[in-house]
């Protein structure tokens, strides 16, 4: 790891503030990445900004009835908060389904949607990689890549990103609240959020250099039975092959995304007319380029979403 500086941050608009003034900055909350990522050099930052003494860890009930989560909020906090439990209950399974119980007491709701691509070209510096050092290639392609994106893909970049917890925020609409270091805010739909990689894998969230999440806003709950399905390696620790998150309604329509699959979570509304799994399938994965070792996700897609859809009708 190499030598850095730190800071802790007194407020929001500072720590975004200290961000744009100072190059090479980072800002750290629980570190559950970023720390592995130093230890690797991918990521080489001059000055750690710590922002957890900020008072961004309350999750807020809104005016239309929905809830805002301060950045800070840790995972198991999160999934374990009873109005989550009970009224966005897919968010709650998407967090526990993610990492380990030690992971999530650390890792934090900005910090969950921030996680960079646990592409293993990434993470092996020995291999070229433009997510990591751009022009030098993408190892992925023509590699194993079985764990990587059929859709959204490039000729640059075929990482996926690895958040369950984005996959049900990407369901429920969610928002992100932003502040820059001039204090100016703004709300991100996450539908907006996550960029596919394009000619430039190496720009990834849809923010500002010096811009600080703040919050992550859901609107007002949906009725219906919640499910959130990740088909994996191992039964715990593992990242998806294949999620499915949905809200099934009592005629068999809902609404579904997935992780696994793309650069960023999944969801293609025109799909959710459909109730039968192989058509919500065949829309949802429109496109889909796979490769050597992946040729098996779209039938995995269109199985998971049937079992998902057959216990919503027990």
């Known amino acids: 790891m190499k030598a850095f500086t730190y800071e802790r941050a007194a407020s929001p608009a500072g720590a975004a503030a200290a961000l744009a003034g100072t190059p090479g900055a980072r800002l750290i909350a629980g570190g559950t990445n970023l720390l592995d990522l130093m230890k690797l050099q991918i990521e080489t930052p001059t000055h750690l900004i710590d922002i957890n003494r900020l008072k961004l860890d309350q999750v ?15 995972n198991t906090d999160l999934a374990a908060h009873p109005r989550v439990r009970q009224d966005y209950a897919v968010l709650s399974r998407a967090l526990l389904a993610g990492a380990s119980g030690q992971l999530r007491n650390k890792a934090t709701t900005a910090g969950n949607l921030l996680q960079r691509t646990r592409c293993p070209y990434f993470y092996d510096t020995a291999q070229p990689c433009n997510k990591r050092q751009p022009g030098s290639g993408c190892s992925a392609i023509g590699g194993f890549d079985r ?30 609240e932003t502040v820059r270091g001039d204090g100016a805010r703004r709300t991100i739909p996450m539908a907006d959020f996550h960029r596919p990689p394009g000619s430039t894998p190496v720009v990834e969230p849809a923010l500002a250099r010096d811009a600080l999440i703040t919050s ?44 696994g699959l793309a650069p960023q979570p ?19 994965l429109a496109g889909a380029r796979t490769g050597g070792h992946n040729a098996f996700k779209p039938l995995l897609v269109e199985r998971t979403l049937a079992s998902v859809l057959a216990e919503s009708r027990t």
């Open 60 to 74: 807020e009930t809104v005016a239309d009835g929905g809830l805002r989560i301060g950045a800070l909020v840790r």
């Open 147 to 176: 764990n990587l994106a059929i859709l959204a893909t490039s000729d640059q970049c075929i990482a996926t990103h690895p958040s369950d917890m984005a996959v049900a925020m990407r369901l429920l609409d969610a928002t992100v």
């Open 216 to 259: 992550v806003r859901l609107p007002a709950p949906i009725g219906g039975k919640h499910f959130y399905r990740k088909v994996r390696d191992r039964a715990s620790y593992a990242f998806a092959l294949v999620s499915v998150a949905a809200v099934v309604q009592p005629d068999g329509r809902g609404r579904f995304a997935y992780g």
């Open 266 to 284: 999944w969801r293609v509304e025109a799909a959710e007319a459909q109730s039968d799994a192989g058509a919500i399938a065949r829309i949802t």
